[in-house]
């Protein structure tokens, strides 16, 4: 079975600071991991993914995550926050057997960004 | 790229009626659709996966007289809320993929609300 723990439900930044949000998993084969942002009211929409290569993923709109399997951590930054970041995020976690990319979530963390 | 239409985006019924919710992958064969519900101010809750020609197959604790999948064809896969009450409000969403190993698509979502 797989996992996924979000650190923190809520997060406020100011314009301009630094992005941190923190995801751990838990996983007894090899992880596929996603960031996912969504909107008000809206789907889910693919920030980045790591599936293997290179442990640093750099994904849309200036985030990135680094996979860190000792660890088994998955967090997410952005080194400037800008008001459009203000949104909830996900991360995900599966595995090359899960049958059709089944995803299990993490709670969420909802960005708040400060002028 | 490719694009998941889900629809509607938005209905209210009254109680007892029921209500089908569109799940399209518009440029691809998805062999495999997911159905989540999401809660307000909640994670993603995966309540079935859908296979093409097959039954679904309901995650625990989800009714599946209560919440039909039909996933008739490779680009269509329909949830019927059946009988809804207002504890079935909620917003839903579906993704879908071309497979294990494909990239998974998230549709727009629908947002449910009983009377």
């Known amino acids: 079975a797989q996992s996924v723990t979000q650190l923190g439900s809520h997060v406020s930044v100011s314009e301009g600071a630094l992005v941190l949000l923190r995801c751990n998993y838990s996983s007894s084969v090899p992880p596929y991991l996603f960031w996912y942002v969504q909107y008000p009211n809206q789907g889910l929409q693919l920030l980045l993914k790591y599936t293997t290569g290179a442990t640093l993923v750099k994904g849309i709109n200036g985030f990135e995550a680094e996979f860190k399997k000792s660890e088994t951590s998955f967090h997410l930054t952005k080194p400037s926050a800008h008001m459009s970041d203000a949104a909830e995020y996900f991360c995900a976690v599966t595995s090359p057997a899960a049958a059709g990319n089944k995803l299990t979530f993490g709670g969420g963390t909802r960005v708040l960004v400060k002028p | 790229g490719a694009v998941v239409s889900q629809h509607p985006s938005w209905v209210i019924c009254k109680s007892g009626t029921s209500v089908k919710i569109e799940c399209r992958s518009l440029d691809f064969q998805a062999t495999t659709m997911f159905w989540y519900r999401q809660f307000p101010k909640q994670s993603l809750m995966l309540m079935a996966t859908s296979n093409e020609g097959s039954k679904a197959t309901y995650e625990q604790g989800v009714e599946k007289d209560k919440f039909l999948i039909n996933h008739a064809s490779l680009t269509l896969s329909t949830l019927t809320v059946t009988s809804a009450h207002p504890e079935d409000s909620s917003f839903y969403i579906c993704?879908?993929?071309?497979?294990?190993?494909?990239?998974?698509?998230f549709g727009s979502g629908t947002q449910l609300s009983v009377l």
């Open positions: 993704s879908a993929s071309g497979g294990p190993g494909e990239k998974l698509f």
